[in-house]
């Protein structure tokens, strides 16, 4: 296995378009987090999953974001009508379980809203 | 809500010298995780060291070690003989230890600590 692997690493967008990203986690790990990091600050939890079921949505995610996890692999998040605001680095984790366990990141997707 | 403050934006080290990250975290439970990421430019963040609060011991992995004061609400990481690798981001991370409402099995993280190693 490689690791945690987003797509794209890039995307810049027009304000008010859609945007999609993919998260393909480390294939046997049931647990999924998005995290969203700005310029000069830690990431920020967004959302989780544990195997296909979406646990836990931070007040962070607005009603444009959407995120799912089919079949429990691997998980894309969308946001609709893009706003300068959303431009960030969108990074994705999984792990085999919370607590202790260590959670593995991918290089994230960088979105850039012009 | 728990926080992660780390105090540092910017922190210096001659190579082959000890340095030390400060991390302080405000949190009501008392069982928790903290940890400590690593993030070099333009590649992922990996783990550095991790520690569960029940535990009195500090924990160490190799050239990495934290103080753990948990009745200060304190995880410092000292890295000793820094190498120009160690050149990165470094996050404070607090994970709480019961999964519940409220995004509690996410990492709450610090701003980070940008560490230099000057060779």
């Known amino acids: 296995d490689t690791g945690v692997s987003q797509n794209p690493r890039h995307k810049i967008t027009k304000r008010g378009q859609n945007v999609t990203f993919r998260c393909d986690p480390i294939s046997e790990h049931n647990r999924l987090y998005w995290y969203r990091q700005t310029l000069g600050q830690g990431p920020e939890f967004l959302t989780y999953?544990?195997?296909?079921?979406?646990?836990?949505k931070s007040r962070l995610l607005s009603d444009r974001f959407s995120a799912e996890r089919p079949k429990g692999s691997f998980s894309t998040l969308e946001i609709q009508r893009t706003e300068q605001g959303d431009s960030a680095m969108y990074l994705c984790?999984?792990?085999?379980?919370?607590?202790?366990?260590?959670?593995?990141f991918g290089q994230g997707t960088r979105l850039t809203v012009v | 809500a728990q926080t992660v403050t780390q105090s540092q934006p910017e922190m210096s080290v001659q190579e082959a010298e000890t340095v030390t990250l400060s991390c302080t975290y405000d949190t009501s439970e008392s069982d928790y995780y903290l940890f400590w990421y690593k993030q070099p430019p333009s590649r992922q963040m990996i783990l550095v060291i991790r520690?569960?609060?029940?535990?009195?011991q500090n924990a160490t992995e190799n050239r990495f070690s934290v103080n753990f004061q948990k009745a200060a609400k304190s995880f410092s990481l000292k890295i000793s003989d820094s190498q120009l690798g160690d050149a990165a981001m470094y996050f404070c991370a607090y994970r709480s230890a019961w999964a519940s409402g409220g995004g509690a099995d996410g990492l709450t993280f610090g701003k980070g600590t940008h560490l230099i190693i000057q060779p």
């Open positions: 984790a999984s792990s085999l379980a919370g607590g202790i366990t260590e959670a593995f």
């Open positions: 999953f544990q195997n296909e079921a979406q646990l836990e």
């Open positions: 520690q569960e609060a029940y535990k009195q």
